[in-house]
């Protein structure tokens, strides 16, 4: 069977898994782990092209909706903010209490 001849919400949803890894750079280990299946059951679903079950659109809505849920399961965007330094360290042109030299 090819991909063509499969279910709308099928392609929708392994899509929506494999979207949802690339946004936030996560393996397939990692997403094995946040969806608690076995490894060979999360390769059938988007190697072999077999239907994964309907419970995962609800979990993928949370996911892509809600970043408290993405935070409770320790799945955040890979660009973070870079830290500034420390606002104390003597050469830091920010520095609080800085002596006015001119």
């Known amino acids: 069977m090819s991909k063509t001849e499969l279910p709308q919400n099928t392609l929708i949803l392994s899509e929506r898994i494999r979207a ?5 750079e996560l ?7 946040i969806l608690r299946t076995p490894r060979g059951t999360f ?31 320790g799945v955040h965007k890979p660009t973070q903010r ?13 520095r609080f209490g800085k002596e006015d030299v001119s």
């Open 20 to 24: 949802f890894m690339e946004r936030y």
């Open 27 to 33: 393996s397939r280990s990692q997403m094995r782990e």
């Open 43 to 73: 390769d059938h679903w988007l190697d072999d092209d077999k239907t994964p079950p309907g419970c995962l659109s609800v979990v993928m809505d949370l996911l892509e909706a809600r970043s408290q849920v993405r935070v409770w399961l």
């Open 82 to 94: 870079k830290p500034r330094g420390r606002p104390f360290k003597r050469g830091n042109p920010w």
